[in-house]
């Protein structure tokens, strides 16, 4: 079982900055790569920012210059460290986690989401 752990919500003012995490644990073989999704009220998810275990990162047009992925030391941490936050940002963020297994099948893990609210 792989479990991922978010956190790092809440609600910020706009301009304002929160950083999120997510710890990924459990059985994992080889991580590709860890990602943050996003979703707000009455639209789809939609890819915020990814780093690959190779340190590549991307981000959404949306983001580029206001939001920051980092992986932790451990690698099986990542950061999402958001500046100038707009209240277009306002979504429930997820972690995902993008692994190869030992008997090298691809798969996606999910965290259970957290709240980002920017409004003043």
């Known amino acids: 079982q792989v479990q991922l752990v978010e956190s790092g919500g809440g609600l910020v003012q706009p301009g304002g900055s929160l950083r999120l995490s997510c710890a990924a644990s459990?059985?994992?073989?080889?991580?590709?790569?860890m990602s943050w999704y996003r979703q707000a009220p009455g639209k789809q998810r939609e890819l915020v920012a990814a780093?690959?275990?190779?340190?590549?990162?991307n981000y959404a047009d949306s983001v580029k210059g206001r939001f920051t992925i980092s992986r932790g030391n451990a690698k099986n941490t990542v950061y999402l460290q958001m500046n100038s936050l707009k209240p277009e940002d306002t979504a429930v963020y997820y972690c995902?986690?993008?692994?190869?297994?030992?008997?090298?099948?691809?798969?996606?893990?999910w965290g259970q989401g957290t709240q980002v609210t920017v409004s003043s």
């Open positions: 995902k986690l993008t692994t190869t297994s030992s008997d090298w099948f691809k798969l996606d893990y």
């Open positions: 780093i690959t275990s190779g340190g590549s990162t």
């Open positions: 459990g059985s994992i073989f080889i991580i590709n790569a």
